[in-house]
């Protein structure tokens, strides 16, 4: 069965750095990919989605990507906020009918 | 917020307790889904309703009835919970295949 890998539980990093955060998957390559952001005490909220023919997406200081060769995508923040600080959790597609698998999420702590 | 909404935010329930957790949608989706979400664990996806025809459930155990009267309302009913079941309960909806997924705040469970 699919499993999805989040490079690490916790991340911290400068204000203005450049955070990455890594998702793995060890099975089928999926049709598509996304990232979620996730506040504590609060549902997540979708931010960005990929798909299998696209090797790069952004979204104003967003970057994700997606390599099926290597069953990875890369979550990029470029000049990180506080604000920032969150969870990050990226899920994909299982092919059924409405069902995503999501990893364990990695949380981000941009300090100032 | 996200036009998903859940009540109660929180509630506390002894094990021989029923009681139901609401959601409700105003996005016009046709999809509707329960997530239980545990400290330290990935999203795990309980019941989708798509159509309001349920098309999942995940081996949850039969103590969690799930219900969706229409595309706008998904209800979960509990009953004789265990301490283990304590958990955030997050409601989420979706419209085409793409399946982006957006989530309510949750219901914070907790069973004494």
């Known amino acids: 069965s699919q499993k999805i890998e989040q490079n690490s539980e916790a991340l911290n990093i400068q204000e203005g750095k450049t955070a990455t955060l890594t998702c793995n998957y060890t099975?089928?390559?999926?049709?598509?990919l996304q990232w979620y952001r996730q506040d504590p005490g609060r549902g997540p909220v979708f931010l960005l989605l990929?798909?299998?023919?696209?090797k790069e997406k952004r979204k104003e200081r967003l970057k994700v990507t997606f390599d099926t060769t290597l069953k990875q995508s890369l979550f990029h923040i470029t000049a990180s906020q506080p604000a920032d600080s969150a969870t990050y959790l990226c899920a994909l597609e299982t092919g059924n009918t409405g069902k995503l698998i999501f990893g364990q999420g990695t949380t981000l702590q941009v300090k100032p | 917020e996200t036009g998903v909404t859940q009540t109660p935010r929180h509630l506390v329930m002894g094990m021989t307790n029923k009681k139901s957790l609401k959601c409700e949608q105003h996005l016009g989706h046709n999809a509707m889904y329960w997530y239980k979400q545990s400290a330290k664990k990935p999203l795990e996806l309980m019941f989708v309703y798509s159509l309001e025809e349920r098309v999942e459930n995940n081996s949850v155990p039969s103590r969690f009835s799930p219900e969706c009267p229409n595309s706008s309302h998904l209800f979960l009913h509990l009953h004789t919970l265990q301490p283990e079941d304590s958990a955030l309960y997050l409601c989420a909806s979706s419209l085409g295949h793409e399946n982006t997924q957006y989530f309510g705040p949750g219901t914070r469970l907790t069973v004494l």
């Open positions: 099975n089928y390559s999926p049709a598509y």
């Open positions: 990929i798909r299998e023919n696209e």
